[in-house]
């Protein structure tokens, strides 16, 4: 029997597979954070007497059980069994009668899905933030490496002024920080608990909600039991739009690999281990692992849209809408967190071609250093710009290859050390600790 179903009631078989679509698949990603949010609430109902001391340590037992069955791989949701939440609920009845039937006192399946969901989200956008930390970690070793190799910058994809490998890959070591302030933002939505709302309406059972905040290691609650069910949708959207951020960052980084390992840029080359050929063209070595991350990251960038149209014109209040969401979020988890590992493992192994500046076809780019160098010795810019164009023009100009870049975050002065501390500052606004620390509690207790 369903949560939900009441005697003698039926629902067509038709109904049933296209009610619960994809969920029982999707809700295996949430079986370890059901167990832990039915440990804090089962705590929480002993406080308030709904529960006996002997029926607590039955189902933590119980429940601790399940965990580990989780964490081994070992966790199945049955035939017949429609969500993670009846599993469970259906293993502890099996094992302890009406003990495990109690367990669902002062709470729906609506707050249910909510808290799971919520720990859900923290938890992969923690595995999120510590796959950027490495790629960040990357990018400014490559930076400090190649901070002396030069690099032709561009405007409009013509020759602009010199650049270097160094600010190449420190910029976007520095983009990452950016990203990472969108996920801490989206973390901090996640962070907060909706269990105790019920259905949207809250409770006739004096429930301790600041208990169970505690317990799962909450930064706060959704204070107000209608706002908490409208949280989802909400959530979602938030972790989306940091993930396409990032996929944004990371899409416009495979651009430029595919770009500068081409024949006619030849700034960089992938080994020989990164690339695939051609089927018909024997010296062909193609940048399969950029295009595809720039392909999977460009899409990624459309996923808070589509949880927009999902949620468009719902009113207040729970919606089997939403069920849909968790077909959106939990893949783009696993996408994002595969593309930034390659793109890891792709600047780690790439290869920079020096001295790129010594050929005379870049002699252009050296053409704002000389109108420089005229304004140091006196010439008012407008007429020092005026006469290097007269230079470039009759023949006579000469590029002054030798660079003076020292102002904070140009060639000669990238601020590695000040970009790493930023990122430092902004992770450790997490707090991660307290969340392990409140959840460790909570499995050994």
Known sequence: MKLWQKENTVTSEKIERFTVGRDREMDLHLAEFDVLGNLAHAIMLETIGLLTADDLSALKTELHAIYEQIQQGDFTIEDGVEDV?????????????DIGKKIHSGRSRNDQVLVDMKLYTRDRLFQVVEATEKLFSVLISQSEKHKNDLLPGYTHLQIAMPSSFGLWFGAYAEALIDDVVQLNAAYRLANRNPLGSGAGY?????????????????????????????????TEQAALTAISSLAATVSRLAMDVCLYNSQNFSFIVLPDDLTTGSSIMPHKKNPDVAELLRAKTNRMKALPMEVTMVLSNLPSGYHRDMQLLKEILMPAFDEILDCLDVATFMLENIKVKENLLDDTKYDLLFSVERVNELVINGVPFRDAYRQVGAEIGDG????PRELKHTHEGSIGNLQNDLIQTRMKQELARFEFEKVEKALNNLIVS
């Open 396 to 399: 006579s100009y000469v590029a």
């Open 202 to 234: 809250g409770s006739s059972f004096p429930l301790n909600r600041t208990l169970t905040t505690a317990l799962l290691g909450f930064e706060g609650m959704h204070h107000n039991v209608v706002y908490a069910q409208m949280s989802r949708g909400r």
């Open 85 to 97: 939440h009846s599993q469970v609920e259906l293993m502890l009845t099996r094992k302890l009668g």
